[in-house]
């Protein structure tokens, strides 16, 4: 069973609204050890909390922090970017390559280059954050990678299962965080989404719906298309 009790944590995108909520609850319940990551790293002024650079779209990067957090049990693929546009036609090319970079191909070879770490720990878990994208089409490049890691999430579980790391995809809608700053209507907060991550990692779950709106797509996906994108109805 993966566990967080005297676990030691590695977070991407620690900087973050949702990413400083896995920081500080990870310790709360019991973690030993965090290291915070991200391609900018800030001080966190608590000596249980490792600050360490890492850009995930960077090999050289992703070895140096392999190398310094060799002793890590539980992995959170956190780190997401946004393209300037959901629309696939007008995004460029450049954007679209680095939201596939960013949101697929970094987290995968992350969780590559850690595999031997999380399958020689006890109690080891692979945590990977998508979306509500992943499963509904509205974000463009953004839902597209999002889908591609969802079922990378898939095959990693499958690969890992039996090498004792547990994996766990998490699904939400819009959080309240500045990425989300443009939406409205209701929002998770930050902290409630990794409250119910953390009680789903040692419940020894699968997968986090966090929303009633993430539910309904979900469910939806069973049905015809037009039931998801009544749009295409003439």
Known sequence: MPTLDEATVLVTGANGGIG???VHQALA???LK???????PIEWNDPRIVPLALDVTDSDSIRRVVSA????TVLINNA????ETASLLEVSETNLRANMETNFFGPVLLARAFAPVLTRATGSALIDVHSIASWYAYGGAYSASKAAMWSATNSLR???APQGVHVIGVHMSYVD???AAHASGPKLTPADLVTQVYNAVEAGQFEVVADDVTGHVKASLAGPIESLYPELRS
Not at 80 to 83: A, I, K, W, Y
């Open 20 to 22: 400083r909520h896995f």
């Open 29 to 31: 319940r019991g973690s």
């Open 34 to 40: 965090v290291y915070a990551t991200a391609r900018s």
């Open 69 to 72: 957090a060799s002793d890590i």
């Open 80 to 83: 997401g970017t946004n393209p």
């Open 158 to 160: 499958l690969e890992l």
């Open 177 to 179: 965080t500045p990425m």
